[in-house]
């Protein structure tokens, strides 16, 4: 029986508290639950990461988290949405730096809670700046994530420079979504958009209709600011993506041999293999749309999930 995590279990999707409720969840690690009559999601305060996002009405959350996702101080949790800032990918000049920055390896901390017109909530948190991140990156910045619960899920991740100089930062809100078999979905919306295919040496390709899943697939499509959708027969739904403030978008499924090298993605409900029930689908700023803030200025990457009956 393959062990379902806390923020996978379909029947743990009863009413609860509309208040965010504090929870001591997985490796102690402190989380927000929200809930409104539009569904429930979860946000573990260990980087700023949406770990749950559960509409009413749907038998399946929309976000995959693994089921053998590890839940620890400075550790990132497979799945959900991670926080890629501020920097995408790989660090530019040190190595050693922590894959997709590190806001996703820092605790975040509670800022608001806000009611909003028409029953939805929206929490408010923020990544304290810190002198000790200079050696990480020589910039003091604000960092803010709105996460709104309502029809949709929109998630905002706001950037502002308070320094004298400007800065120049990578970001995505990096989110696995739940599919029923990556072999049956397909990902629309990016037909004849160019791509840097990292499972291909960084190659640059454009893409030829929907995006389909028979191999590892890895690609940053740049200078693509449109809504994209996840179409997924098993679980006859189609999931939306739409966007603002983000010119990059990426697509990934490890397939089984990275998934084996990650060691992380677990074995799935069918127990076989969880990269099989996930595909990421990245709303971000990368590669040639890195985006640079001057003294004072501020920016928005905004994405919001919508789910539909197939
Ligand atoms: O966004 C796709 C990607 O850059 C893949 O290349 C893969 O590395 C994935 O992110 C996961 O990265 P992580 O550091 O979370 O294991």
Same mark, same amino acid.
């Given at each position: 029986?393959?062990?379902?995590?806390?923020?996978?279990?379909?029947?743990?999707a009863?009413?609860?508290p509309t208040?965010?409720?504090?929870?001591?969840?997985?490796?102690?690690?402190?989380?927000?639950e929200?809930s409104?009559?539009?569904?429930?999601?979860?946000?573990?305060?260990?980087?700023?990461?949406?770990?749950?996002?559960?509409?009413a009405g749907q038998a399946?959350?929309?976000?995959?988290?693994?089921d053998?996702?590890?839940?620890g101080p400075?550790?990132?949790?497979?799945?959900?949405?991670?926080?890629?800032?501020?920097?995408?990918?790989a660090?530019?000049?040190?190595?050693?730096?922590?894959?997709?920055?590190f806001?996703?390896?820092?605790?975040?901390e509670?800022?608001?809670?806000?009611?909003?017109?028409?029953?939805?909530?929206?929490?408010?948190?923020?990544?304290p700046?810190?002198?000790s991140?200079?050696?990480?990156?020589?910039?003091?910045?604000?960092?803010?994530?709105?996460?709104?619960?309502g029809?949709?899920?929109?998630?905002?991740?706001?950037?502002?420079?308070?320094g004298p100089?400007?800065?120049?930062?990578?970001?995505?809100?990096h989110?696995?979504?739940?599919?029923?078999?990556?072999?049956?979905?397909?990902?629309?919306?990016?037909d004849?958009?160019?791509?840097?295919?990292s499972?291909?040496?960084?190659?640059?390709?454009?893409?030829?209709?929907?995006?389909?899943?028979e191999?590892?697939v890895d690609?940053?499509?740049?200078?693509?600011e449109g809504?994209?959708?996840?179409?997924?027969p098993v679980?006859?739904?189609?999931i $939306?993506?739409a966007? @603002? %403030?983000?010119?990059s978008t990426? =697509?990934?499924?490890?397939? /089984?041999?990275? #998934?084996? *090298? &990650?060691?992380?993605?677990?074995?799935?409900?069918?127990?076989?293999g969880?990269?099989?029930?996930? $595909?990421?689908?990245? @709303? %971000?700023?990368a590669?040639d749309? =890195?985006?640079?803030?001057? /003294?004072?200025? #501020?920016? *928005? &990457?905004?994405a919001r999930?919508?789910?539909?009956?197939?």
């Open positions: 029986m393959t062990q379902t995590s806390a923020f996978n279990d379909p029947s743990s009863a009413g609860r208040e965010p409720v504090p929870l001591a969840g997985p490796g102690g690690l402190p989380f927000l929200l409104n009559g539009f569904g429930r999601a979860t946000v573990c305060l260990q980087g700023g990461q949406v770990v749950e996002w559960h509409p399946e959350p929309v976000l995959w988290v693994s053998a996702a590890q839940y400075g550790k990132r949790i497979r799945g959900g949405i991670p926080v890629c800032w501020p920097w995408f990918g660090h530019a000049t040190d190595p050693s730096g922590a894959a997709h920055g806001a996703r390896n820092r605790t975040w509670a800022r608001a809670l806000r009611r909003l017109p028409g029953g939805g909530t929206q929490l408010v948190i923020a990544l700046d810190d002198p991140l200079r050696s990480l990156w020589p910039h003091a910045f604000g960092l803010e994530l709105h996460v709104a619960l029809t949709t899920l929109e998630v905002v991740l706001q950037t502002r420079n308070p100089d400007p800065f120049t930062f990578s970001e995505a809100l989110t696995y979504f739940r599919v029923g078999d990556i072999e049956a979905a397909t990902v629309t919306g990016l004849g958009a160019t791509y840097s295919d499972a291909d040496g960084g190659q640059r390709k454009r893409q030829c209709g929907p995006v389909r899943f191999g590892e690609r940053v499509f740049v200078d693509s809504d994209c959708a996840i179409v997924d679980l006859g739904r189609r $939306v993506i966007k @603002s %403030g983000s010119r990426v =697509v990934w499924n490890p397939w /089984p041999a990275k #998934a084996q *090298r &990650l060691g992380d993605l677990g074995a799935g409900r069918a127990g076989r969880g990269w099989r029930e996930m $595909v990421c689908v990245e @709303s %971000g700023n590669l749309n =890195v985006v640079t803030l001057g /003294p004072g200025e #501020a920016h *928005r &990457l905004v999930y919508a789910v539909e009956a197939l």
